[in-house]
């Protein structure tokens, strides 16, 4: 359990840095590049839309908010785009 957990964390930080990539790639699209900065500023923001302290739904903001933004992004983006970054960040590995 504990090594599945390591290797979440492992490919979630790989993939924040496919994204700061994916943001500097002068390939992407404006809009794309809003909805993963956007996405990026929602979850570290000290103030959601609807507050922590609700039971289940306060919460269920942040897991349903951000990874809608993300995927909105990735589909705008080109593949290949994507595809070059995520070979950027393993060859840094």
């Known amino acids: 359990m504990i ?14 840095r496919v994204y700061r990539l994916v943001i500097k790639d002068t390939r992407t699209p404006r809009l794309a590049k809003w909805l993963l900065v956007l996405a990026v ?3 570290v923001m000290p103030f959601d839309l609807i507050p ?3 039971p289940v739904i306060g919460h ?30 393993r060859a840094a590995l």
């Open 41 to 43: 500023g929602y979850t």
């Open 60 to 89: 269920l903001d942040d897991v349903i908010i951000v990874p809608v933004l993300v995927l909105l992004a990735l589909k705008l983006i080109p593949a290949d785009v994507v595809e070059d970054c995520r070979l950027k960040v």
């Open 3 to 16: 090594e599945r957990l390591r290797s979440l964390g492992r490919s979630l930080k790989s993939e924040v």
């Open 52 to 54: 922590d302290f609700i």
